[in-house]
């Protein structure tokens, strides 16, 4: 993967760096030198002027600023990025996780990590930006992984990092799929976990969470203004390798969830194009790439989509 190595695991949104990279190292050592896994600076909206330089990979959303910060998890049993976090310190809320999915990350070495407690608090985030207690005991919510857990059993450090409370949000149980019939997001979850081909040099690149900015897009708040989100997206960014055309392409699909019981089979209503989730939630997914790519696999309509990632 070529991991930038770890000078902090946090940044603030309010740092802005006198160093301005036109490009960073390839995302994953399962790519080519010489594809399009690393930012250009052929656009206009990207994170690659931001200090952070973990920012800068592509399955990085444009920063929102403000108060939030950056919290990027890395494996120190493997030196690579785990996954990376935006977290609101006044909302005490996740605004999303991101992270990718590659050959040596996807290789399940390890089992389900079990813990107590069973969702730790995030030794990354300053106490005053986060509950002192697990808020979501006694609410009838799970905790919702953003980064699932099975999405990283390559390496025990890994897996653990996955169960962080910081990596949640609060779930119905018949959303989230702990409920006897599963639920529309593990669903999803295991639609672009098929999505990847372990064996392949393809990389995944994903960001998820829930809507905490918009009071109408919320669907409660709890004890001490803990917020329960009213939807829940998911962007994934896949670069394959097409042997058609013989080269290293991208497809991209967004779905967008109402936040209720939930155990559909199918997953093609929720099925969006990354342009219309960006409408929907005012955040510009994958920054990072070249314009003239994003542009092209932002805006394909819903039916290509869904006949190219074979939704059913």
């Known amino acids: 993967m070529n991991p930038i190595k770890p000078l902090s695991g946090i940044f603030s949104l309010l740092f802005v760096a006198a160093i301005f990279l036109s490009a960073c190292g390839s995302d994953n050592s399962n ?18 002027k931001e200090g952070n330089q973990y920012t800068h990979r592509l399955e990085f959303p444009k920063l929102k600023g403000g108060k939030s910060i950056v919290v990027t998890h890395i494996d120190q049993s493997t030196d690579e990025v785990n996954y ?19 050959q040596s990350n996807s290789k399940w070495n390890v089992g389900r990590w079990y813990g107590n407690p069973q969702y730790p608090s995030d030794p990354l985030i300053p106490a005053s930006m986060a509950f002192s207690y697990d808020p979501y005991w ?8 953003l980064c699932p857990s099975a999405d990283r059993r390559n390496t025990d450090e890994a897996q653990k990092q996955t169960f962080y409370i ?11 799929g702990s409920a006897k019939g599963g639920g529309i997001w593990l669903t999803m979850e295991n639609k672009i976990r098929a999505a990847f081909n372990i064996n392949s040099k393809d990389t995944m690149f994903i960001c998820r969470g829930g ?26 960014l896949m670069k394959y390798y097409n042997y058609a055309h013989k080269k290293w392409e991208y497809k991209a699909i967004g779905f967008w ?7 559909d089979s199918s ?16 955040i510009d997914f994958f920054c990072n790439l070249p314009d003239d790519i994003e542009k092209k696999v932002e805006g394909l309509n819903k039916d290509i989509i869904i006949n190219l990632w074979n939704i059913k």
Request: hydrophobic residues 30%.
């Open 138 to 145: 006694n609410t009838g919510y799970d905790h919702g992984h």
């Open 84 to 102: 990376s976090i935006e977290w609101d310190g006044e909302k005490k809320s996740n605004r999303w996780t991101c992270y990718q999915l590659y």
């Open 166 to 176: 910081s990596n949640m949000q609060p779930q119905l149980s018949a959303f989230n």
């Open 31 to 48: 790519s080519p030198d010489d594809d399009n896994s690393k930012p250009t600076a052929n656009n206009k909206n990207s994170n690659l």
């Open 257 to 263: 969830f109402k936040h209720e019981n939930n155990q």
């Open 267 to 282: 997953l093609k209503p929720y099925v969006v194009n990354i342009k219309e989730l960006e409408e929907l939630i005012h």
């Open 211 to 236: 809507t905490i900015d918009e009071s109408s897009k919320v669907k409660a708040y709890l004890r001490n203004g803990f917020i329960v989100p009213g939807y829940f997206f998911s962007a994934a």
